[in-house]
Each structure stands twice: as structure tokens, then as C-alpha cells.
């Protein structure tokens, strides 16, 4: 059975610094990988999807890379800001089966400390 | 600009009502999609759509039913609301195969 780990759980960072947030996945047969940034109380927001044939996306200050043959994905964000404050959730559509769900992680949450 | 709402951000009910979430997008996504966020526990799918009137269950479907009976909207249905179902409810919404998935602002409900 897929499962998506999250590590670490939280990570607090000052200002403009630049960081990596980890996924990891037991299964490579996947369809494709999703970034979302949850804000407390709220829904979830997409940030960058990957299809497995992809290796990474960019979207402005962030950059999300694949590897598939060894279950991982990153988020980078470069020079963070107080506004990126925010839980970090990546999940993982699996080949096969029916149109399908996505299986997600538990989250990193990350506070920028101005 | 890509769109799901859901009829309310937060709802309180007692034990044994029948409760109503529903979902709207504005994408014409096939796939509509209701999961559940508990703390330590994560999202987790309860059902999904990928066809009006056509439903799969997810991982966690005891206590729940659903409908669709147009494109655009996803209902959830508690038949018999228990206080164990406290918790977000989240909506989405995607094009198949492969599509990105878009999440609605969340329902927050409390059964007392």
C-alpha cells in the first residue's frame, strides 16, 4: 500500500532563508505528484503538480523536483517570507486502479520568523 | 480563475440528524472528490465521482453517502450524524486522467 511521509513535521526558519521540504513515497508507479499549501482553517491551495515523466516544475519562488526511481520529491523555496508561513502537503496519484484518488502526506508545517 | 465552493464554513449538529455538505465547481471537472482532515490523521478520502450519477468509494466511506446528479455539483451525506464525524470536510474537483486537483475552502463541522 502507498504511503507518503512528510519529514519533518514542523520546521521554523528566519526570514530570506532558503529551504527544502522533503516527500517520500513507497511506491514509484505513480501518476503524477501534487504540492498544496494549507493555511490553518482553510481549504487547500495547489501550488505545483509533477507528472511522473516530469523531473521538477517552477513556479516563481518555488521549485518542486521528482525522483521516482527513488520515491522522493522536493519543495524548494527560496528567500522565504513570513507570508509562506503555511502547512506544506505533497500527495502522489497512483497509476492504475480507477480514476483515482490522490494519497497524501501529513504535512510539514513551516513558520518564517520575520 | 478555477473555482469549488461548498455550502458553508462551518456547521453544528446533533447526534442522530441527517446532514447535507455540498460541493459546486465552475471547472467542469469530471472527477469530484470529498475527504476528511483529522488531526494526526491527515486527508483521507471518503468518495469520489468521475461521471454524474457515478460514484466510488474511497478509503473511509462507513457513515457517508453521496450524489451527483449534475456535472458541476458533489453532495455528501451523513445519513445518521455521529459525533466521531466531527471533523473538515474538504471538496475537490479534477479533469481525468491526470488532472490537478482543485480543493474547495473546507467545511468545518461539529456534532454534538
Known amino acids: 500500500k502507498q504511503e507518503v511521509t512528510q519529514i519533518p513535521a514542523a520546521l521554523s526558519v528566519p526570514e530570506g532563508e532558503n529551504l527544502v521540504l522533503n516527500c517520500s513515497f513507497t511506491?514509484?508507479?505513480?501518476?503524477?505528484l501534487q504540492w498544496f499549501r494549507q493555511d490553518p482553517g482553510k481549504g487547500l491551495t495547489s501550488l505545483l503538480l509533477i507528472q511522473s515523466s516530469q523531473r521538477e516544475q517552477t513556479s516563481g519562488r518555488l521549485n518542486a523536483s521528482l525522483d521516482k526511481s527513488s520515491g522522493r520529491s522536493t519543495l524548494y523555496i527560496a528567500a522565504s517570507q513570513p507570508g509562506d508561513s503555511a502547512t506544506y502537503l505533497c500527495?502522489?496519484?497512483?497509476?492504475?486502479?480507477?480514476?483515482?484518488?490522490?494519497?497524501f502526506g501529513k504535512g510539514t508545517k513551516l513558520s518564517v520568523k520575520p | 480563475d478555477v473555482k469549488v465552493t461548498q455550502s458553508s464554513r462551518y456547521l453544528v449538529k446533533r447526534t442522530g440528524e441527517k446532514v447535507f455538505l455540498e460541493c459546486v465547481q465552475d471547472m467542469d471537472h469530471e472527477n469530484m472528490f470529498w475527504y476528511r482532515q483529522d488531526p494526526g490523521l491527515g486527508l483521507r478520502l471518503i468518495y469520489f465521482s468521475y461521471d454524474v450519477k457515478m460514484k466510488e468509494k474511497g478509503d473511509i466511506p462507513e457513515g457517508y453517502s453521496v450524489s451527483r446528479e449534475k456535472k458541476e455539483r458533489f453532495s455528501l451525506i451523513l445519513e445518521s450524524a455521529s459525533t466521531n464525524q466531527t471533523s473538515m470536510y474538504l471538496c475537490a474537483s479534477s479533469l481525468p486522467p491526470d488532472g490537478e486537483q482543485y480543493f474547495g475552502p473546507g467545511t468545518r463541522l461539529t456534532v454534538t
Open positions: 511506491d514509484s508507479a505513480i501518476y503524477n
Open positions: 500527495a502522489v496519484r497512483l497509476r492504475g486502479g480507477s480514476q483515482g484518488n490522490l494519497i
